[in-house]
């Protein structure tokens, strides 16, 4: 089902009043490229002070801007050389999973004897890493650190590659379910009553029988120990919760035009409205330029593909050619024209489809190099972000 044409604008001035980018999208798209590269105009053409934090394990947005390896803590990227830099900085990171973990545990303990019984236990290494959703819950919550800290002007967050690029907005809450959840209750259930602590023992004894050593027990007392930091994450993920429907905070849904990912990215535009979380822009990146889609240009390259042989034979004497193999090259252009236009009427087809979320629309083509510097981003910022006075806004 198609829709009316999306709005016109630009992420300069949409973006403009926000101090809080959260870059989504399926994975693959360009989100930690389109981050960076929202970071950089913040930086370069508003003289903002910008932090890009990047969860990204292929470590793009590090070779992207230059930087051997990002560490949790934000360094500062060289703009030099670069037109307009001037009081702007960029400081980028990259969010280490585990670290803020341990982060968490040590502010949400109660005391130094649980954080440390925690943090040494074999079950929390597997809890915190292959807990789902665990890499979107703490970059959430890292956004909400860097944000109450107040250090910069403006924060773009690149979300982590999850299987669903819904996870991350279902993450605080998510946090939230798993501990207040029955599953934890019975699993600590042996540790609040004495009554029903007796009651399953058969059940646990029968476990461990299976499981080997006392693995239930293990669990229900690493499981009893986190649950005292219960208040702590609840209180947290809420607040979390409240800083991404914030209206300083825009969602910039990332995709290209291709089926699969645009259907995802339709469902995730949904999910946010049905949360209340502003959705400045679509980005839809790597597409054909528009030009291919034209009714004339189609046409022509129509009658090249029927007439290529009589088109030859009448300009190759003029031009010094051989007739047959200007023919041969004629052909292949009007195929290869045909080819691309068929791709570009598709994509409008699933811009027209992305209609729907009322928001702009805006297209970025797909470079013919790779987006491995500055340079490289600043020309696919110069798509969604017009110098002043170039535009009216
Ligand atoms: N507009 C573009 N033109 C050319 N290459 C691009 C463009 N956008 C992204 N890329 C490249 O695509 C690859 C994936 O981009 P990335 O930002 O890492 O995606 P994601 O974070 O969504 O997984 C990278 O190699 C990047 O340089
Ligand atoms: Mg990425």
Same mark, same amino acid.
């Given at each position: 089902m198609t829709s009316a044409p999306s709005p016109e604008g630009n992420l300069r001035d949409l973006l403009q009043s926000k101090s809080i980018v959260i870059c989504c999208g399926p994975g693959g798209v360009g989100k930690t490229t389109t981050a960076a590269a929202i970071?950089? *105009? +913040?930086a370069v053409r508003e003289?903002?002070?910008?932090? =890009?934090?990047?969860?990204?394990?292929?470590?793009?947005?590090? #070779?992207? /801007?230059? =930087? #051997?390896? %990002?560490? #949790?803590?934000?360094?500062r990227i060289e703009l030099s050389g670069l037109q307009g830099s001037g009081k702007g900085?960029?400081?980028?990171?990259?969010?280490?999973?585990? /670290? +803020?973990? $341990?982060?968490?545990v040590r502010r949400y303990a109660p005391d130094q004897a649980t954080i440390e019984k925690i943090l040494s236990s074999t079950l929390y290494a597997n809890v915190s890493r292959r807990f789902v959703q665990s890499h979107d819950y703490v970059a959430a919550e890292r956004l909400y650190e860097l944000h109450q800290d107040g250090d910069y002007d403006l924060i773009v967050i690149d979300t982590p590659p999850s299987r669903h690029a819904i996870d991350f907005l279902d993450a605080p809450s998510k946090m939230a379910e798993f501990f207040s959840s029955k599953l934890l209750r019975w699993i600590l259930a042996p540790y609040r009553s004495r009554w029903v602590g007796l009651a399953s023992r058969p059940f646990t004894q029968i476990a461990d029988r299976i499981l080997g050593g006392a693995f239930l027990a293990e669990v229900a007392e690493f499981f009893y120990l986190f649950h005292s930091m219960?208040?702590?994450?609840?209180?947290?993920?809420? +607040?979390v919760e409240n800083l991404l429907a914030d209206p300083a905070c825009a969602f910039v849904v990332v995709t290209t035009l291709s089926p699969g990912p645009r259907h995802e990215a339709s469902y995730l535009i949904r999910e946010l409205g049905q949360r209340?979380?502003? &959705? @400045?822009?679509?980005?839809?990146?790597?597409? /054909?330029?528009?030009?291919?889609?034209? !009714?004339?240009?189609?046409?022509?390259?129509?009658?090249?593909?029927? $007439?290529?042989?009589?088109?030859? +034979? @009448?300009? @190759? !004497?003029?031009a010094g050619l051989e007739s047959e193999i200007l023919s041969g090259?004629? @052909?292949?252009?009007?195929?290869?024209?045909?080819?691309?236009?068929?791709?570009?009427?598709?994509?409008?087809e699933e811009r027209g489809r992305l209609g729907f979320?009322?928001?702009?629309? &805006? $297209?970025?083509?797909?470079?013919?190099?790779?987006? $491995? #510097?500055?340079?490289? %981003?600043?020309?696919?910022?110069? *798509?969604?972000?017009?110098?002043?006075?170039?535009?009216q806004s």
């Open positions: 970071g950089l *105009m +913040a003289n903002k002070k910008v932090l =890009v934090v990047t969860v990204d394990p292929a470590l793009r947005l590090s #070779d992207a /801007l230059g =930087v #051997d390896r %990002l560490g #949790d803590q934000p360094s900085e960029l400081w980028a990171s990259m969010l280490n999973t585990s /670290l +803020a973990w $341990d982060n968490l219960y208040e702590g994450f609840i209180t947290r993920s809420t +607040a209340g979380f502003h &959705l @400045a822009a679509i980005v839809a990146n790597k597409v /054909l330029p528009s030009y291919l889609a034209d !009714p004339v240009g189609r046409a022509a390259a129509a009658r090249l593909r029927q $007439d290529h042989e009589a088109i030859s +034979a @009448a300009v @190759a !004497p003029q090259v004629l @052909a292949e252009l009007a195929r290869n024209y045909r080819d691309y236009s068929h791709v570009a009427l598709r994509e409008a979320a009322k928001c702009p629309v &805006l $297209d970025v083509a797909h470079l013919e190099h790779d987006i $491995d #510097d500055v340079f490289g %981003l600043a020309e696919m910022g110069e *798509m969604f972000w017009p110098q002043r006075g170039s535009q």
